[in-house]
C-alpha cells in the first residue's frame, strides 16, 4: 500500500512570497489534515477535510493561509504571503475516517528568509 | 494549543535498558495515541489506547493509562539504538474530532 505523498519535500522563499504544498492520501482514505510542525514542538493542526468537506479550520490563519481538497482526493495548501514564522515543516496526513491512526507523509520543510 | 506535556523532554539510555516517557494531557479524551518520528522524517503510528483501556502491549512497547491522573506512559523495554527518535504523545478528544492534539515530545538517544 503506497504511503502519504508530499511534495516538495523541501522549499525555500523569501518573506512575502508565495508557496504552495501538496499532498496525496493513501487510497480510499475519507480524512485528511494538514499539521504544522515548529522546531522543538509537537504538530499543531491547520485544516481537517472530510472527503472535500472543511471540518475544521479554527488554527488555520486565513488571512495568508488556504487549503482545498478537490474531489476529496488530494490537497493544496497554499502560503501568501510568507511570513518568516511560518518557517517550519508541513505535514500531512490522513486516515480511513475513523478515530483511529493517521497516516503521515514525510512532510515539506519550508524555510522563509 | 497543546493538549500533552511529556515528560522527560529528553532521555538517554544504554542499548538494552528500558525507556519509560511519561504524557500528562488537560481534557477529557476519546483515545491516546503514541508516535515516533525519526529526525527529519514524517510520523510513525506505534500504539492506541482507548479512554477505557488501562494497559495495552505491541511487541516492545506497553503503554498504560490513568484517566483519574489524565495521564499515560510509554515503556520501551529492550531497547536498540534504532529506537533513538523523537516520542509523541497526541490525543483525541470530543471536541477536535478525529484530530490529534500533540504534545512537545521526547527525545531518546540510545547508545550501544
Known amino acids: 500500500e503506497a504511503g502519504v505523498a508530499q511534495s516538495p519535500r523541501y522549499k525555500i522563499i523569501e518573506k512575502r512570497q508565495s508557496v504552495a504544498f501538496w499532498c496525496n492520501p493513501i487510497s480510499g482514505h475519507a480524512t485528511l489534515y494538514w499539521y504544522q510542525q515548529i522546531l522543538g514542538q509537537g504538530p499543531k493542526l491547520l485544516i481537517q477535510f472530510q472527503n472535500n468537506g472543511v471540518v475544521d479550520d479554527s488554527q488555520l490563519p486565513k488571512d495568508r493561509f488556504s487549503a482545498e481538497r478537490l474531489k476529496g482526493v488530494d490537497s493544496t495548501l497554499k502560503i501568501q504571503p510568507a511570513k518568516l514564522e511560518d518557517s517550519a515543516v508541513y505535514l500531512c496526513?490522513?486516515?480511513?475516517?475513523?478515530?483511529?491512526?493517521?497516516?503521515f507523509g514525510p512532510g515539506t520543510r519550508l524555510t522563509v528568509t | 494549543s497543546q493538549q500533552g506535556e511529556e515528560d522527560p523532554q529528553a532521555l538517554s539510555i544504554q542499548e538494552g535498558e528500558n525507556a519509560t516517557m511519561n504524557c500528562s494531557y488537560k481534557?477529557?479524551?476519546?483515545?491516546l495515541q503514541w508516535y515516533r518520528q525519526n529526525s527529519g522524517r514524517g510520523l510513525v503510528h506505534l500504539i492506541l489506547i482507548r479512554s477505557n483501556e488501562r494497559e495495552k502491549h505491541s511487541g516492545r512497547l506497553r503503554v498504560t493509562l490513568d484517566t483519574s491522573k489524565k495521564s499515560s506512559s510509554l515503556l520501551i523495554t529492550a531497547s536498540r539504538a534504532a529506537d533513538t527518535a523523537s516520542y509523541f504523545c497526541a490525543t483525541v478528544t470530543n471536541q477536535a474530532g478525529t484530530a490529534l492534539i500533540f504534545g512537545k515530545g521526547t527525545t531518546l538517544s540510545v547508545s550501544s
Open positions: 496526513a490522513s486516515s480511513p475516517g475513523s478515530e483511529g491512526e493517521q497516516y
Open positions: 481534557t477529557s479524551i476519546n483515545n
